[in-house]
């Protein structure tokens, strides 16, 4: 199965400032025959489902802030908060669906500082 | 509006059965893909099961194999999720899933219900 990591577990970002989150895969999410990397980030809030804001590792989710932007290819990725709201607080997940396995990373934790 | 609802969650003993139910409204069930993923308390999300859109195709994950059952029945519009043999490590907060494009299986969820609580317990 393809392990996802994250880093770091947790972080504190003063408002209007830009939070970064880093995934890792085990191995390439990139899928070579459409050049597509199977890899999506969510959004949990507290009491609340995830909620999908990025997905092909960088195409944001109808409805999705523009302050929101994902990169990276084959096994790192990195998702950018780039002027942090305090809306934003809520913990962040990646998920590759390369294989049937599904499988999401840790989590990362964002907090106002 | 496109909605998924859980139900079914409860208190069982380990050991016992439960079966999930998921009701899908707002869109056609029949042409997408589903999943559960389940959320143990403070902890992260762990997939569990997808169905392809007709039921042909069926995946879980290794700490549910062999005793969680993935199904739906398109005529009702409902996804079910049965499952024997409970642990207390199966104590969690089981969301479904929709996948972000019909006839798909390989794509991210964009449709998530608000999760029923199953509670493994003595």
């Known amino acids: 199965d393809i392990v996802m990591t994250q880093s770091p577990d947790s972080l504190a970002v003063s408002l209007g400032e830009r939070a970064t989150i880093n995934c890792k895969s085990s191995q390439s999410v990139l899928y070579s025959s459409n050049n597509k990397n199977y890899l999506a980030w969510y959004q949990q809030k507290p009491g609340q489902p995830p909620k999908l804001l990025i997905y092909w590792a960088s195409t944001r989710e109808s409805g999705v802030p523009d302050r929101f932007s994902g990169s990276g290819s084959g096994t790192d990725f990195t998702l950018t908060i780039s002027s942090l709201q305090a809306e934003d607080v809520a913990v962040y997940y990646c998920q590759q669906y390369y294989s049937t396995s599904f499988t999401f990373g840790p989590g990362t934790k964002v907090d106002i500082k | 509006q496109v909605q998924l609802v859980e139900s079914g969650g409860g208190v069982v003993q380990p050991g016992r059965s439960l079966r999930l139910s998921c009701a899908a409204s707002?869109?056609?069930?029949?042409?997408?893909?589903m999943h559960w993923v389940r959320q143990a308390p403070g902890k992260g999300l762990e997939w569990v099961a997808v169905?392809?859109?007709?039921?042909?195709?069926?995946y879980y994950a290794d700490s549910v194999k062999g005793r969680f059952t993935i199904s739906r029945d398109n005529s009702k519009n409902t996804l079910y999720l049965q499952m024997n043999s409970l642990r207390a490590e199966d104590t969690a907060v089981y969301y479904c899933?929709?996948?972000?494009?019909?006839?798909?299986?390989?794509?991210?969820?964009?449709?998530w219900g608000q999760g029923t609580m199953v509670t493994v317990s003595s």
């Open positions: 707002g869109f056609t069930f029949s042409s997408y893909a």
């Open positions: 169905i392809s859109y007709d039921g042909s195709n069926k």
């Open positions: 899933a929709r996948v972000a494009k019909q006839w798909e299986l390989l794509r991210a969820f964009d449709i």
